[in-house]
C-alpha cells in the first residue's frame, strides 16, 4: 500500500515550502475468486463528461482542484478502466491483494503569497492527484467488474480527500511566512495521515471488496460525499490513523 504525501520539504514556491509528491491513498483490493457484487457504484450527475483517456507514453488522469472554487475539478469525478491498470503475472512479494491502485498528490511551481485582513495566505494554487498507471496493477485473470468497483471507490477517495486538503490550506492565515510555512506542513501531514487511514478504513469494512454489506456502505458513503459537493468523508476510527502513523515511520507510505 501506498500512502499520503510523504515530508513536506519546499512544497509550495521560492517563498513557502512546497508540497511534495505523494498519494493521497494507494490500494489494493481482495484474494479470492468471488468479489461482493454491491452493484453498479453510482455516479453524479453531470459526471459523465471527460473520463480518463490512455495515451501512447503516459496513460494518467488529473484531479485539478482549482483555488477560486474547491468543485473546479478537470478529470474527476471519472471512471476508472482496466486498461489503466498494468496487468501482472503474478503479486510483487509480501502482498496478498489481486490489484493496486497509486495515486499522487502534487502542487503547482507558481504559487505565491498573499496577505488580506487576516493574515498572509497562499495565492492561487491547484491540488493535482495524478492516476499512476506505472503503479497501479491487477493480477492476471483477476480483472472483474466486482474488483474494479472496488477500485473505483479508492480512487474516489483519494479525489474527496484533495478536495478537502485544498479547502484547508486555503483557509490558512499566518502572520510570517515561516509560520504559513508550518502551518502548511502540519495541515498536510495531518491529512496525509487522515487519507491513508481512511484507506485502510474502508479496506477493512469492504474487506477488499469481498463483503458486500462493508462494499455498498463505503459505495454510499462516498457518493453521498460526492453530491454533498465533495464534502469531507467522516474522520477514520483512532485505530486506523495508528496503522498509518506506523505505516510512515516504517518508510511504507
Known amino acids: 500500500m501506498g500512502g499520503p504525501p510523504g515530508p513536506q520539504t519546499d512544497p509550495f514556491s521560492r517563498k513557502v515550502p512546497p508540497l511534495t509528491s505523494g498519494p493521497f491513498g494507494h490500494n489494493d483490493a481482495g484474494d479470492p475468486d468471488v468479489y461482493a457484487d454491491a452493484g453498479a457504484s453510482p455516479r453524479p450527475k453531470g459526471s459523465d463528461g471527460p473520463g480518463m483517456r490512455d495515451h501512447s507514453h503516459s496513460n ?32 510483487p512479494k509480501g502482498v496478498n491483494e489481486d490489484a493496486q491502485t497509486a495515486t499522487n498528490a502534487t502542487a503547482g511551481d507558481d504559487i505565491t503569497i ?51 486538503t485544498a479547502r484547508a490550506l ?52 462516498v457518493q453521498k460525499a460526492i453530491d454533498g459537493g465533495n464534502s469531507p468523508l467522516p474522520d477514520p476510527p483512532q485505530k486506523y490513523l495508528d496503522q498509518a502513523k506506523k505505516m510512515k515511520a516504517a518508510g511504507e507510505l
Not at 118 to 147: N, P
Not at 185 to 203: I, N, P
Open 60 to 91: 494518467r488522469a488529473t484531479l485539478v482542484v482549482a483555488d477560486n472554487n474547491p468543485d473546479e475539478v478537470d478529470g474527476w469525478p471519472s471512471d476508472l478502466k482496466w486498461s489503466q491498470f498494468d496487468e501482472e503475472p503474478r503479486r
Open 114 to 164: 498573499e496577505h488580506d485582513r487576516r493574515g498572509l495566505k497562499l495565492g492561487q494554487f491547484k491540488v493535482q492527484l495524478t492516476f499512476d498507471s506505472e503503479h497501479s496493477w491487477v493480477l492476471t485473470g483477476k480483472a472483474d467488474a466486482a474488483l474494479l468497483r472496488h477500485e473505483q471507490v479508492h480512487w474516489d477517495i483519494a479525489g474527496l480527500n484533495a478536495h478537502e
Open 170 to 221: 486555503r483557509a490558512i492565515r499566518a502572520s510570517s511566512k515561516g509560520g504559513l510555512g508550518n502551518a502548511i506542513h502540519s495541515t498536510m501531514s495531518r491529512l496525509g495521515l487522515k487519507a491513508q487511514a481512511q484507506q485502510l478504513w474502508y479496506d477493512d469494512e469492504s474487506k477488499h471488496g469481498l463483503n458486500p454489506a462493508g462494499q455498498k456502505k463505503w459505495q454510499d458513503l
